[in-house]
């Protein structure tokens, strides 16, 4: 991958989401990044700002901003997504039982499991009045074109 | 997100195209459920058009399924493409929910010939 960053503020609302799409998609076009990367990151990004616009709703003080940053080397990727909101740990949530039958599972959980087993390391952090969750993902193949 | 659907007698096919995430997630969840109960016996979902789906989307897949299995009815699921097959495995619904390669095998599998014509 070509190494490289960018940093940028979405609004709190669900059809931000959107945008978060199509953010990691041009950079991953920009930074060679390989398609199956694109898409785990794209899905874990997406569930952690919808986890984080929805947890807002009910706050006091709410989420004015959400700030989103992505990074990659030649061979990691990293994203994070900062937040002003009340402390939000994601990874507390309980983890669903992937292995009940289907009768007993439920719809629950299933976002921020996703994020936790697609990624290869999440962290959450509070810093000051703000909650921090940087996520990684090793590139073992990459698209990019060895120069002589 | 497009759902198109054909209702045959022994089975009803939905073809689901494009993006499922959180805004999409609600409709897909009416149109599917609507399918679910004019559904006699199966409803076979063919993902190939399907290009991303996130846990809105999952959820949506597991309420039909629950409700089809239930009603003493199947949902299946065909042509995954492999990054929502490599979602699917990741939360277990390759155990839980019945996945198929390709349409065709589906429909031997679901809807054989003979039990068309019968």
Redesign the interface.
């Known amino acids: 991958m070509r190494p490289g960053s960018l940093s940028t503020k979405l609004n709190v609302h669900l059809r931000e989401t959107e945008l978060v799409g199509k953010i990691v998609r041009e950079f991953g076009q920009w930074h060679d990044v390989p398609e199956q990367t694109v898409f785990l990151v794209k899905l874990s990004l997406d569930e952690l700002v919808t986890n984080i616009v929805v947890h807002s709703a009910g706050q006091i003080p709410c989420v004015r901003e959400i700030v989103l940053r992505l990074t990659t080397n030649q061979h990691e990727l990293w994203a994070e997504v900062e937040d002003d909101g009340c402390a939000f740990n994601p990874l507390d949530l309980p983890i669903p039982d992937v292995a009940a039958p289907l009768q007993d599972r439920s719809p629950g959980g299933l976002g921020i499991h996703l994020v936790r087993s697609l990624m290869d390391r999440v962290n959450y952090k509070r810093i000051g009045q703000r909650n921090l969750l940087v996520l990684s993902k090793k590139v073992t193949q990459s698209s990019a074109v060895e120069l002589p | 997100m497009t759902l198109e659907s054909e209702i045959l007698p022994d089975l009803t096919l939905a073809k689901l195209s494009g993006?499922v995430?959180?805004?999409t997630a609600t409709e897909l969840e009416m149109k599917l459920g609507d399918l679910a109960e004019v559904t006699k016996r199966a409803l076979l979902v063919d993902c190939s058009d399907l290009t991303?789906i996130?846990?809105?989307g999952?959820?949506v897949f597991?309420?039909v399924?629950?409700k089809m299995?239930?009603a003493g009815g199947l949902c299946a699921f065909c042509s995954l493409t492999?990054?929502v097959r490599?979602?699917f495995e990741?939360?277990?619904f390759d155990?839980?929910?019945k996945l198929y390669e390709n349409r065709a095998v589906a429909l031997e599998q679901i809807a054989p010939p003979q039990a068309q014509a019968a």
């Open positions: 993006q995430d959180t805004l991303y996130n846990s809105a999952l959820r597991l309420i399924a629950k299995e239930t492999p990054n490599l979602v990741t939360i277990g155990r839980i929910l």
